[in-house]
């Protein structure tokens, strides 16, 4: 249940824009955030499982990034303690940036989650090294800070992360709760993250799941 692979395949590929070979008169710092946002483009062509709502295909990881900056904005109101909600888009903003290497992992292919964590270090070190050294560590700090989960602002970014392509699967009634394998229990376990940051959502999450499996979109169990 893996996505289709990124481009380029990990430790592959030259940077679209290379900092050292921009033409012009270009200052270093420039030149390096330059490659930095091209680098970056790649996201664009990270497919994800879960299919869009509005057309018939699956949506990209840069689609699904500023879903949840959206929903950041939309619902910052229910997060379980209070959040600074322009730290809380850095986050969802960043997070998935290493996928550009490391490739999406499904949520539920349990094989790929087990070296999920030294695929994403190892693509994080490479990616926000393109950027000068003070943006380098914070946006490695921002990373690291989602992926922890210490503090309010990333309570609540993966709780977004989580509801989004349950939303999805909702709204397509099922999506990729009809791959084999995926039941109520499961996918309710995957997502209890999302109480952390919201026990509104979480409540909201509840109802959905149960609507699944009434309407024979997610399998009970």
């Known amino acids: 249940m893996?996505?289709?692979p990124p481009a380029p395949a990990p430790g592959t590929a030259k940077p679209l824009l290379d900092a050292e070979g921009l033409p012009l008169d270009i200052p270093?710092?420039?030149?390096?955030?330059?490659?930095?946002?091209?680098e970056t483009d790649r996201l664009k062509a990270v497919l994800r499982l879960?299919?869009?709502?509005?057309a018939n295909r699956r949506e990209n990881d840069a689609e699904h990034s500023w879903h949840l900056a959206l929903m950041v904005l939309v619902?910052?109101?229910?997060a379980n303690e209070p959040v600074e909600v322009e730290r809380t888009l850095k986050l969802v903003l960043v997070h998935d940036l290493v996928e550009i290497y490391a490739g999406d992992t499904c949520l539920f292919d349990d094989a790929a989650r087990k070296d999920q964590a030294q695929r994403e270090g190892a693509a994080a070190k490479r990616l926000f090294a393109l950027l000068p050294p003070d943006q380098e560590a914070e946006f490695h700090g921002l990373w690291n800070e989602f992926e922890e989960r210490r503090t309010p602002e990333a309570r609540f970014a993966k709780a977004m992360d989580r509801l989004q392509p349950l939303l999805l699967n909702a709204g397509n009634h099922g999506g990729t709760w009809r791959a084999p394998g995926v039941t109520h229990t499961r996918v309710r376990e995957r997502t209890s993250v999302i109480d952390e940051g919201s026990h509104d959502l979480w409540d909201c999450t509840e109802k959905l799941l149960a609507l699944g499996v009434r309407e024979g979109w997610l399998k009970s169990g």
Do not use: V
């Not at 879960?50 to 509005?54: A, E, R, V």
């Open 2 to 4: 893996t996505a289709s």
């Open 75 to 78: 619902l910052a109101e229910y």
């Open 28 to 38: 270093g710092r420039l030149a390096r955030q330059i490659a930095f946002i091209a």
């Open 50 to 54: 879960s299919p869009l709502l509005s």
